[in-house]
């Protein structure tokens, strides 16, 4: 688990937005300062989860709040306020923010993403460390998996891409501000569970996640397209999450009896 998704989202709008939007800095510099901070979030979480062994649900929630807290302040210290504007995104704002037959490069972004992330877990040894470590930590050291690596790049992996989601906002509202990604701390968790990963962890497929995310953002939009009242998402969304665990619950136990039977 990785809940400081939406405060690094927050934090790297801000960033940018500090940065260029108030002290003129080139954008470059102001990405890169916010990539940058990606990795120490990054660093700071796999560091915790390491070397105290406690869930990482808690380290993570715990560094969300620290991290919102701290782009909060920081912003309203040096302008006065949580949003900041950004007059000129430059080359950023073609690159990040334009649209392409109605529809957001972002798109464009996430499925390079997804690739990406189908082709580490497909063909490449560390997609099989990244299984077998979500599967069983102990099982895996044993095997030779050097767990803390792992653990260590998924989580820096984890919040540059969250990073990279709060440079994009920047550059397609010509804003930043600091408490915009708090909406993603769980979003993230409930597209995967809705896309079929298991919470124990060790099984889960690209191909689901994506799916799952395209329902959860018909769901979220397509209430408010149906003309209900948006009052309702929170309880669809819910229920939703209640239906794709006891799923994924379900299947987990037939893998597991099918596994006992063949032995």
Known sequence: FDLSTGSVVGAAAITVALGTGFYGIPIAYT??????????????????????????????LASNFILAGTSLGV???????????IRDAGWA????????????????????AALLAAWVLRQTRFGNWILATGGNVDAARRAGVPVARVKLILFIWTAVSSAFVGVMSAAMYNQG????????????AIAAVIGGVLLQGGFGTVTGI?????????????LF????????LATFIGGLLVIAVLTNNLIRQVALNRGKTAR
């Open 93 to 112: 704002e073609p690159l990040l923010s334009t649209k392409w037959y109605f529809f957001n490069i972002s798109i464009l972004w996430y499925a390079v």
């Open 225 to 232: 397209y149906t003309g209900w009242p948006t009052d309702w």
């Open 210 to 222: 994506v799916l799952g995310t395209f329902i959860y953002g018909i769901v979220s939009l397509g």
């Open 177 to 188: 501000n600091a408490a915009q990604g708090q909406g993603y701390v769980f979003q993230t």
């Open 31 to 60: 990405i890169t300062a916010a990539l940058l901070l990606g990795v120490l979030v990054g660093c700071f979480n796999a560091f915790l989860v390491n070397t105290t062994k406690l869930p990482s649900f808690i380290v993570t």
């Open 75 to 85: 912003s309203r210290l040096i302008s006065g306020s949580s949003n900041v504007s």
